[in-house]
């Protein structure tokens, strides 16, 4: 098995590298088809997980020998908005490295803190480029494929939950026992084919937002509504399986930023914002709030009492569920806010350096001296491994982002409201990730998660570009290629 792994995993690097337009693509079916193999392979050996770095390194590879500009500059406005404060990342990130491997001696928890903090910058500038190159209609292909193949992985989860008994499914390691539910009872956290239920729960969230931004980017009506409405409750469903309350948090904070942006940018498209609403309001009703199915008659008794059983124990994972609203103030405080001051008392004000807060290290370092409690929120995580210092950068880099991106929403809002719909989802989506990680950082430390968050920023920054294109395209007279992009920076770059 681990052969066939590595030479599929070869096949896809090659394809990848002759056709980095493909990359995209093939960097999602390894992504999730590197845990199962990695549990059917022999000790289920830990270089699986990086089998999706060598596709999009191998297609990087492929577009820096091709032509074109492949830096971050090469976006439009990045210079001008991000330059300075991302110029100051990269140099406090060189030198943290440099801090990690002096002060523990580890160049592979250095090389896990790079990848961890710079994997998803190369991400964002070649999904901008193939998002300029494929339009409007690539990047929704590729969002129908990412939802379409993910969900496969994600039936997984109710194949473990039913019983079904094969070595692709569970979590790699000893699994997670969680406490709550109905009178306080036991629950498994269920993964399915993802190698953990953290990362099950979070692709969880991100299919559920792909689904409706794929409804919403077209004309809505009552059939498309009542079909995403759906799908968006069965997967709330299998999400409250993997025992992550978090991820329920992650849609309602998906469809209430799209739904603020919505209001925001597109003054009086109330119907669309309250049919969006509904959407959210009857996905999380349906799977949270009516949690005692009817049981079915079957000729089998013994199917009848299976049936049961398997509803009482979901009824755990629903009153489970039913409480992150009341427990997010705490969880906020205890896992957000709490680990900057334990990062500080425990490593000093310029931190411990890059890796030291992942849980993929040699573990050597774990019986030694790093403690990494503090790294479990992602602000904790941001100043074990940056500092302080770093801390402060990352603010100033977010404030110039949504600066940023501000101006390009409003543009895009004027430019094409296609384009506005499916801008407004992907931010949505990011604003969604970035709350998810201020309190619960594990799954950020997964390549191919980076991977996705940084190709969501790279089609975030190419929608004003497209919505541009698209406005020439519509007031130029008879049928028409593309414009090509002027040279100089747009308005609303500058």
Same mark, same amino acid.
């Given at each position: ?126 999904a901008y480029q193939f998002a300029l190159r494929r339009g409007m209609g690539g990047l929704r292909r590729w ?17 473990q939950f039913a019983g079904v008994d094969w070595r692709a499914l569970g979590e790699v390691g000893p699994g ?66 993997? $025992?992550?309350?978090? /991820?329920?948090?992650? #849609?309602?904070?998906? @469809?209430?930023?799209?739904?603020? +942006? *919505? =209001?925001?940018? %597109? ?112 602000? $904790?995580?941001?100043? /074990?491994?940056?500092? #302080?210092?770093?801390? @402060?950068?990352?603010?100033?880099? +977010? *404030? =110039?982002?949504? %600066? ?87 308005a609303w770059a500058k």
């Amino acid at each position: 098995m681990t052969a066939l792994a590595l030479m599929l995993g070869a096949v896809a690097a090659a394809l990848s590298f002759s056709n980095w337009r493909s990359s995209l693509f093939l960097c999602v079916l390894v992504g999730l088809l590197q845990d199962p193999l990695r549990k059917l392979a022999p000790n289920q050996p830990a270089y699986f997980v990086v089998l999706v770095g060598v596709v999009f390194g191998a297609a990087w590879l492929g577009a820096l020998l091709g032509r074109g500009r492949w830096g971050p500059n090469a976006m439009q406005g990045w210079k001008q908005h991000m330059g300075t404060p991302f110029g100051l990342f990269l140099a406090l990130v060189a030198l943290q490295a440099f801090q990690s491997y002096a002060r523990f001696g580890s160049a592979m928890m250095t090389g896990i803190g790079l990848m961890v903090w710079l994997a998803p910058v190369p991400a964002i500038v070649l999904a901008y480029q193939f998002a300029l190159r494929r339009g409007m209609g690539g990047l929704r292909r590729w969002l129908v494929f990412y939802c379409g193949a993910a969900m496969v992985s994600l039936a997984g989860v109710y194949l473990q939950f039913a019983g079904v008994d094969w070595r692709a499914l569970g979590e790699v390691g000893p699994g997670l026992t969680i406490y709550g539910g109905v009178e306080g009872g036991i629950l498994k956290a269920f993964s399915g084919f993802f190698r953990s239920s953290e990362l099950a729960a979070w692709h969880t969230a991100a299919i559920a937002a792909g689904v409706f931004m794929l409804f919403t980017t077209r004309r809505l009506t009552l059939g498309r509504l009542a079909l995403a409405g759906a799908i968006v409750a069965v997967l709330l469903g299998l999400g409250l399986l993997t $025992g992550r309350r978090k /991820m329920l948090v992650e #849609v309602m904070v998906f @469809l209430s930023v799209y739904l603020v +942006l *919505v =209001a925001w940018y %597109r003054r009086g498209a109330a119907r669309q914002a309250v049919l969006a609403a509904l959407v959210g309001v009857l996905g999380y009703g349906a799977a949270v709030g009516l949690m005692d199915p009817d049981i079915i008659n079957r000729k089998s008794a013994d199917r009848q009492q299976e049936t049961v059983a398997r509803g009482e124990r979901f009824k755990g994972y629903a009153v489970r569920g039913r409480s992150v609203v009341e427990d997010v103030p705490n969880r906020f405080a205890n896992l957000g806010v709490a680990p900057i001051a334990w990062a500080v008392n425990g490593f000093g004000w310029f931190g411990a350096g890059l890796g030291t807060g992942s849980q993929t290290g040699t573990g050597n370092e774990i019986a030694s001296e790093i403690n990494r409690g503090a790294a479990e929120g992602g602000l $904790g995580k941001i100043t /074990m491994e940056l500092g #302080v210092p770093g801390l @402060l950068l990352m603010v100033w880099l +977010l *404030v =110039a982002f949504v %600066r940023f991106v501000s101006r390009a929403l409003a543009f895009t809002t004027r430019a094409s409201p296609p384009h506005a719909r499916l801008a407004y989802g992907l931010v949505a989506l990011l604003a969604a990730k970035v709350a998810s990680f201020s309190v619960a950082a594990q799954a950020y430390s997964d390549l191919f998660v980076l991977l996705i968050m940084g190709w969501t920023v790279g089609f975030i920054l190419a929608m004003p570009v497209l919505a541009a294109r698209a406005q020439a395209a519509a007031q130029a007279p008879g049928p028409h290629p593309a414009p090509p992009l002027r040279r100089g920076q747009p308005a609303w770059a500058k």
